[in-house]
C-alpha cells in the first residue's frame, strides 16, 4: 500500500517562505514521476508542479513560475515544494500524488490529475496579506 504524508504548511503573510515535504512508502520511490496539486476552497483541484522520477524534468502551471521551486531527494524518499514570495492567492490544501508507474520514462512528468494513482492526505496552506 503506498503512503504519502505532507508536511511543512501553516500560516505565513503575504511574502513569506515556506517549505512542503511529501514522504512516501510502499513502492520504490525513484520509479515514479512525482507531483503537487492544491484545491482553494470553492475551487477545483489545480496542478502546481510535477517532477520527473529522477528529478531532471520539472515543470510549474504558470502563476508560480519562478516562485516555487520542485524538488527530490529519492534516498530519502521524500518531494519538496519550495514556496516563496508567497501571495494569499497561494492558499489551498496542497497534496501531493505519485505518478501510475504506466507511465514510465526517465524524464517523463505530468500536469493531468487523471495520470496520479495516489495522493497524500494534504496539508493547508494560508498565506495573510
Known amino acids: 500500500q503506498v503512503q504519502l504524508v505532507e508536511s511543512g504548511g501553516g500560516l505565513v503573510q503575504a511574502g513569506g517562505s515556506l517549505r512542503l515535504s511529501c514522504v512516501a512508502s510502499?513502492?520504490?520511490?525513484?520509479?515514479?514521476?512525482m507531483g503537487w496539486f492544491r484545491q482553494a476552497p470553492g475551487k477545483e483541484r489545480e496542478f502546481v508542479a510535477t517532477i520527473s522520477r529522477g528529478g531532471g524534468r520539472t515543470y510549474y502551471t504558470d502563476s508560480v513560475k519562478g516562485r516555487f521551486t520542485i524538488s527530490r531527494d529519492n534516498a530519502k524518499n521524500t518531494m519538496y515544494l519550495q514556496m516563496n514570495s508567497l501571495k494569499p492567492e497561494d492558499t489551498a490544501v496542497y497534496y501531493c500524488?505519485?505518478?501510475?508507474?504506466?507511465?514510465?520514462?526517465?524524464?517523463?512528468?505530468?500536469?493531468?490529475?487523471?495520470?496520479?494513482?495516489?495522493w497524500g492526505q494534504g496539508t493547508q496552506v494560508t498565506v495573510s496579506s
Open positions: 500524488a505519485t505518478v501510475a508507474p504506466r507511465y514510465s520514462g526517465d524524464y517523463y512528468s505530468t500536469w493531468r490529475a487523471e495520470e496520479y494513482d495516489y
Open positions: 510502499g513502492r520504490t520511490f525513484s520509479n515514479s514521476a
